[in-house]
């Protein structure tokens, strides 16, 4: 089994749904995180979580939102999605100062 | 956020010839990573670097933290089919707790 999985793998839908995807992980690690990958720009941070309690900021949050419900899952929510926001999507734990460990990714398209 | 120089950002190589890439950035940063990515998967890490100067190797795979702590290389030797994918430098201020990630070097082994 994989230790960060995410859910679904692939999602298709229309602009101004609510959109929501989910990651869990059974590797213990207090970290979570979340990614957006894009052609030509790497890995840019949504959103991070160092503890059940704790939520903080990236470098592009502006039209997401998450939720950490528990040590293992942490969610990222789109409320009203739009065609720019169409990428991959990245699950990442980590350990304190440690290197993260990524999920299999989420494809999603807005139409 | 910070910005993270990676080149070359594709490589076309016979299979057996050796690769080096490297990742730049304006800031200094105490700890280096990098990953490799294969099609449809996520971000796998290869090697981590946490001291200037160090000098670290993964089987065909050498990577080092440039001594300025702002650059970091790597370098694969004899390559092989299975070494095609997205290679991705990261790294992470001594004053914060977020990673950045390069933009990815693209390599395509022939055989």
């Known amino acids: 089994d994989a230790d960060v999985t995410q859910t679904p793998r692939n999602r298709i839908t229309k602009t101004g749904k609510r959109i929501m995807l989910e990651c869990s992980q059974t590797k213990g690690h207090d970290r979570m995180y979340w990614y957006r990958q894009d052609p030509g720009l790497g890995l840019r941070l949504i959103y991070y979580?160092?503890?059940?309690?704790?939520?903080n900021k990236g470098e592009i949050s502006d039209g997401y939102s998450v939720s950490r419900q528990a040590q293992a899952k942490f969610s990222l929510s789109l409320e009203s999605a739009i065609p720019n926001q169409t990428a991959l999507y990245f699950c990442?734990?980590?350990?304190?100062?440690?290197?993260?460990?990524f999920g299999d990714g989420t494809r999603l398209s807005i139409l | 956020g910070q910005q993270l120089n990676q080149s070359p950002q594709s490589m076309f190589i016979q299979e057996g010839e050796d690769v080096s890439m490297n990742c730049t950035s304006s800031s200094i940063f105490n700890t280096w990573l990098w990953y490799k990515q294969d099609p449809g998967e996520g971000p796998v890490l290869l090697i981590a670097?946490?001291?200037?100067?160090e000098l670290t190797s993964n089987g065909r795979l050498t990577a080092q933290f440039g001594i300025t702590r702002k650059d970091s290389f790597l370098n694969i030797s004899a390559s092989i089919p299975s070494d095609v994918g997205i290679y991705f430098c990261a790294g992470q201020l001594s004053t914060g707790n977020q990673f950045y990630f390069g933009t990815g070097t693209s390599l395509t082994v022939i055989p």
């Open positions: 990442a734990t980590s350990a304190p100062a440690q290197p993260q460990h």
């Open positions: 979580s160092f503890d059940v309690k704790d939520i």
């Open positions: 670097l946490y001291k200037a100067g």
